[in-house]
């Protein structure tokens, strides 16, 4: 639509409509934006260019004699096109980088992380690392729960402690669990989970078949049961918004989902390989608690490897020309703490 001088002028009044709608909240009427500098052109002419607007979906009225605000449609565009042209960041990516710390542990930078892009967009923020085979383990331990259940306890070189539930089809016996873990030990005290499959397969051959059976299980089994990722939210209480929904029992619905973030992976991991900042508006999310807000994402890397995701969630009505340069920047500075340990 927006391709020549005269809708060019429609891109503007869009602009206009929109930059103040984000900051008041209140439809916008043509007579304001016919009054605007940047405008130039009468009021019969804006009322005409707000309807063609109107009519292609880009704004609407939400009562019959009020102004206009932005449809979905509208504040999709005025992402992907209108801020696309602007560097709005004022941002010391080292001042903030030294807000992170200087941890070597991917767990507490991350947790800080959170934190941080919270504060820097007063929204919820929240940082996603998938559990991933790069965890260097120190220990194993197996624990007998029951005839035909362990738990496998891994600790890491933080200290980090994974707990794996692990079902058996038949009981083991003592000898067999002890022979076990003293291989588990033995191939992956010091590895990588990566690296201790390579190294398996050597102590394995030693092993009888029972313990090797109790190996598969206890590490890479499907009968193992398991969270897939570390979530690190910070300030949930800010979706506690009436802009998001005037029902509190849906808002509180909406704070407690983000213990589980199994709903988002889908939108997550559609990013995975994109370097760049993804913004899903309302029903782009595919979450039907999220119809009323806005998902801020960009995904951060060690290694030149997927090593998880920071975003920012809040109502649809945020500042994206401050917000989305606050995450862009934040993944930046994430990545650069994770390699820099």
């Keep these: 639509m927006f391709n020549n001088t005269k809708t060019n002028r429609a891109e503007l009044i869009l602009n206009l409509v929109i930059e103040q709608y984000l900051d008041f909240g209140i439809p916008v009427s043509s007579k304001f934006v016919s009054s605007a500098p940047s405008i130039k052109a009468s009021p019969a002419t804006v009322r005409n260019e707000m309807c063609m607007l109107e009519q292609n979906g880009y704004i609407y009225s939400p009562h019959t004699s009020a102004g206009r605000i932005p449809t979905h449609k509208g504040l999709r565009y005025f992402v992907d096109n209108i801020l696309a042209a602007k560097n709005s960041t004022s941002l010391t990516p080292q001042k903030l980088s030294d807000s992170l710390g200087h941890s070597a542990d991917p767990e507490v930078i991350c ?3 959170s934190k941080l892009i919270a504060d820097m967009t007063s929204l919820t923020g929240f940082v996603v690392m998938p559990k991933t085979n790069d965890m ?3 220990q194993l ?5 029951a005839d035909r259940r362990l738990l496998c306890v891994l600790i ?14 038949k009981p083991v016996s003592e000898e067999v669990l002890q022979q076990t873990l003293q291989l588990l030990n033995t191939a992956l005290s010091g590895f990588t989970m990566s690296e201790g499959a390579e190294r ?17 299980r206890a590490l890479f089994g499907e009968q193992v049961t398991t969270n897939e990722q570390f979530i690190f939210t910070s300030d949930e209480i800010r979706l506690l918004n009436t802009e998001i929904s005037s029902d509190t ?9 983000f213990k589980d973030i199994t709903p988002l992976m889908p939108m997550l991991n559609s990013c995975q390989y994109s370097d760049d900042v993804h913004v899903y508006i309302g029903e782009e999310t595919g979450v039907e608690l999220l119809q009323n807000c806005t998902l801020i994402v960009k995904p951060f890397k060690k290694l030149n490897k997927l090593a998880g995701y920071v975003a920012v969630v809040g109502p649809i009505r ?21 390699n820099r340990n």
């Design 156 to 169: 890491d070189e933080h200290d980090h402690v994974q707990n794996r539930v692990v079902e058996l089809d």
């Design 111 to 113: 947790e800080k992380a």
């Design 249 to 257: 029992e849906t808002l509180k619905k909406l704070i407690t989902s």
């Design 200 to 216: 398996l397969p050597y102590f394995i051959k030693q092993s009888n078949e029972d313990v090797y059976d109790l190996v598969k």
């Design 136 to 138: 260097v383990i120190r």
């Design 318 to 338: 945020m500042d994206y020309t401050s917000v989305i340069p606050a995450v862009d920047i934040t993944a930046n500075i994430l990545t650069s703490a994770l």
């Design 141 to 145: 331990e197996l624990v007998r729960l």
